[in-house]
């Protein structure tokens, strides 16, 4: 069982940067598959980013494709999400998750394991 945790959530203008950083627990991360999820008020969640137990392959969602990018450290048990070109619409509490058995999905129904999420408003 892994426990997750995100920080790195905030406020911040249209256009601008932030990274969020997901740590987690237990031995077995570096064997996970992981992803990024993001949930707007009033919308259901969806997924953003994922990437594989190695960090060798990664995969976005295409609406934001070229602006973010996932990334991990497997020696610090840590998932990323560097966020640039920050749009109002990409406000939203932003969820880390983990993926044990490897299905590489986009479908949250896939992930096992999820962190408390941490909160992104972007102001225009």
């Known amino acids: 069982q892994v426990q997750l945790v995100e920080s790195g959530g905030g406020l911040v203008q249209a256009g601008g940067s932030l990274r969020l950083s997901c740590a987690a627990s237990?031995?077995?991360?570096?064997?996970?598959?992981m992803g990024w999820f993001r949930q707007a008020p009033g919308k259901e969640r969806e997924f953003v980013a994922l990437?594989?137990?190695?960090?060798?392959?990664?995969y976005h969602a295409d609406s934001v494709k070229g602006r973010f990018t996932i990334s991990r450290d497997n020696a610090k048990n840590t998932v990323y999400l560097q966020m640039n070109s920050l749009k109002v619409e990409d406000t939203a509490v932003y969820y880390c998750?983990?993926?044990?058995?490897?299905?590489?999905?986009?479908?949250?129904?896939?992930?096992?394991?999820w962190g408390q999420g941490t909160q992104v408003t972007v102001s225009s």
């Open positions: 998750a983990a993926d044990p058995d490897l299905l590489y999905s986009d479908s949250e129904d896939e992930y096992d394991y």
């Open positions: 237990g031995r077995t991360f570096s064997r996970y598959a």
């Open positions: 990437i594989s137990w190695s960090g060798s392959s990664t």
